[in-house]
């Protein structure tokens, strides 16, 4: 069975940091990138970054870039997504995705974590 399991959502005042988690098992981690993605209420999904299988990032969104870093660990098939210096525009629901390359189309998805952030 193909899972995506994200983790570390929480709650967390702003400033603050958290590192999410990506778990994956059932296929080839190896064989695909991983994209980190969130949406906020009232608002569409957004790509936020993506690590391609040679470990090179691509931002999506500007507003996180030198904030948030994204790295991944083949040998536990997890990615992570640390974030720093997090806003209160930064609360959305976070999914990871896999594909095989980082602009999609997406094969798997994460059943998503929150992240809430106070002012």
């Known amino acids: 069975e193909v899972q995506l399991v994200e983790s570390g959502g929480g709650l967390v005042q702003a400033g603050g940091s958290l590192r999410l988690s990506c778990a994956a098992s059932?296929?080839?981690?190896?064989?695909?990138?991983i994209g980190w993605f969130r949406q906020a209420p009232g608002k569409e999904r957004e790509g936020i970054l993506c690590i391609s299988r040679s470990d090179g990032s691509i931002y999506y969104v500007d507003s996180v870039k030198g904030r948030f870093t994204i790295s991944r660990d083949n040998t536990k098939n997890t990615v992570y997504l640390q974030m720093n210096s997090l806003k209160p525009e930064d609360t959305a629901v976070y999914y990871c995705g896999a594909a095989f390359v980082c602009g999609g189309p997406y094969d798997y998805w994460g059943q998503g974590t929150q992240v809430t952030v106070s002012s």
């Open positions: 059932g296929f080839t981690f190896d064989d695909y990138v």
